[in-house]
């Protein structure tokens, strides 16, 4: 079973550009997340939708980031525009079933943004 | 605010050894500990702890949880140089909190 795929592996941009970064969670999972991890820093929590909803966005830090899951598939998130301060390693993961006592949330391998 | 504190950031120690990782929190209401390792990508599942004193253990590694005085312990004995990766402690209630992790090197 293919597990959760981010893409790119890796973006390099320019401070002003605009990025989308974009996940494919395990094929049936409700619950996609989205992290980010700034160098020297931990691993911190952006947003969690189930399926096409927005669920908890708490964790965005501003209105330069768009994160959206049409179609309650896959999941992108847009940077726009991008400052230096974005650089990091941008995390996706899903869980099965929306509402369950305990749901096993499965990593992707990041995909590091560097905004030069 | 929410904070998972992970000792040492980092530890380098020679094929053989027995390491301990410390996991310490300050998070007001949350479901379970996890335990992560993190090699080249994306971190994998090792543990998760809900229940204070209940030794988990898979192979070489063992984690517990105290809830009383808010640490969990990773254990890992006879190090073998595939162990080295960062390994994280985060705290799930819906969303997962993470401690910035625990880089451990195993030296042939």
């Known amino acids: 079973e293919a597990g959760v795929t981010q893409f790119p592996s890796h973006s390099v941009i320019e401070k002003g550009q605009t990025v989308t970064l974009r996940c494919d969670p395990i094929?049936?999972?409700?619950?996609l997340y989205w992290y980010r991890r700034v160098m020297g820093k931990e691993i911190k929590f952006l947003l969690h939708?189930?399926?096409?909803?927005?669920?908890?966005e708490s964790g965005m830090p501003n209105n330069r980031f768009l994160a959206e899951r049409t179609g309650g598939t896959y999941s992108t998130l847009k940077v726009q525009p991008a400052e230096l301060e974005d650089s990091g390693v941008y995390f996706c993961?899903?869980?099965?079933?929306?509402?369950?006592?305990?749901?096993?949330?499965?990593f992707g391998p990041g995909t590091r943004l560097t905004v030069l | 605010e929410d904070k998972v504190v992970q000792s040492p950031l980092s530890l380098v120690v020679h094929e053989g050894d027995t390491v301990t990782l410390n996991c310490s929190y300050e998070?007001?209401?949350?479901?379970?500990l996890l335990w992560y390792k993190q090699e080249k990508k994306a971190p994998t599942f090792l543990f998760m702890l809900?229940?204070?004193?209940i030794e988990k253990k898979s192979g070489r590694l063992s984690s517990i949880l105290d809830k009383k005085e808010l640490f969990s312990i990773l254990n890992i004995t006879a190090t073998q140089t595939g162990d080295s990766a960062i390994y994280l402690c985060?705290?799930?209630?819906?969303?997962?909190?993470f401690g910035k992790g625990t880089r451990l090197h195993i030296l042939p």
């Open positions: 809900t229940s204070s004193g």
């Open positions: 998070v007001t209401n949350f479901r379970s």
């Open positions: 993961a899903s869980s099965q079933v929306a509402g369950a006592t305990y749901n096993e949330q499965f």
């Open positions: 939708f189930v399926k096409e909803s927005k669920q908890d």
């Open positions: 985060a705290l799930r209630d819906d969303k997962i909190i």
């Open positions: 094929s049936g999972h409700d619950n």
